[in-house]
């Protein structure tokens, strides 16, 4: 009498194949928290030009940036949480960068005055 054949066992359904090859790993997009004051350091872009600065908002229609939270406070530069600048860096966009203060790092007199 023959032995029957012994089935391979497949691979476990929890396996996952190697990162460089997860289609999901590829293909995720950025998750950023809805609210800019959810970010602790935030960042102010000043851009160059006026070029520089569509280009920027360009970019916030993007895939890993549609979500980003952002502020544009006087119509000349964006404000964004700092995991962002590598983004905007990454596309060649000229800029400087400067951190947002928190109101409770102005001195007392200061915060009078921005109040009036």
């Known amino acids: ?6 089935n391979k066992t497949s691979k476990s359904l929890h ?4 990162q ?5 790993s590829r293909c995720s997009v950025q998750s950023w928290l809805p609210h800019l004051s ?4 935030q960042r102010v872009l000043t851009f160059n030009s006026e070029k520089e600065l569509e280009a920027a908002i360009d970019l916030l229609w993007t895939d890993n940036l549609r979500n980003l939270p952002h502020e544009t406070p006087d119509g000349n530069s964006l404000v964004v949480p700092a995991e962002a600048i590598d983004y ?4 060649g966009l000229r800029f ?10 102005l001195p007392a007199d200061v915060v009078r005055r921005l109040r009036k």
Do not use: H, I, L
């Open 1 to 6: 009498m023959s032995r029957p054949r012994q």
């Open 15 to 18: 396996e996952q194949p190697p």
């Open 20 to 24: 460089s090859n997860n289609f999901a």
């Open 38 to 41: 959810q970010y602790e350091d």
């Open 88 to 91: 905007f860096r990454q596309a």
């Open 96 to 105: 400087t960068d400067k951190r947002v203060r928190n109101v409770t790092e």
